[in-house]
């Protein structure tokens, strides 16, 4: 391949694709789970409180609703 061959790029920028790049992440999720667990009802998924990862947010989510089954 030679660069003529290149007929068009794109930059892709994935916002929030990370999101336990902060300091304080995980006490900030303890928290947010504390006031949801007082709430009759409410389950929280997805990656800001499971972590990065298809793996990481289906198990936390199957949880979240073993949870709020029972
Ligand atoms: C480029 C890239 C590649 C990845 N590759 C992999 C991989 O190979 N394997 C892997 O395990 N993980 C991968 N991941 C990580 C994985 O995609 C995420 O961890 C996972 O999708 C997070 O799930 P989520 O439900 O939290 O968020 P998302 O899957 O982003 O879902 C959030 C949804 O909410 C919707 N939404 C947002 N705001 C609103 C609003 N105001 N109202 C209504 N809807 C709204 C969005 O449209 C979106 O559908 C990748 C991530 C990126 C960015």
Redesign the pocket.
């Known amino acids: 391949m030679q660069g003529s061959d290149v007929v068009g790029w794109d930059v892709v920028r994935?916002q929030g694709?990370l999101p336990f790049a902060a300091v304080g992440h995980k006490a900030r999720v303890a928290e947010v789970r504390k006031l949801c667990a007082a709430e009759a009802g409410l389950g929280i998924?997805?990656?800001?409180v499971?972590g990065?990862?298809?793996?990481?947010?289906v198990a936390d989510t199957r949880k979240e609703i073993r949870c709020l089954l029972s």
Request: proline share 0%; aromatic share 16%.
């Open positions: 994935w694709a998924v997805g990656g800001w499971a990065n990862g298809l793996a990481a947010v």
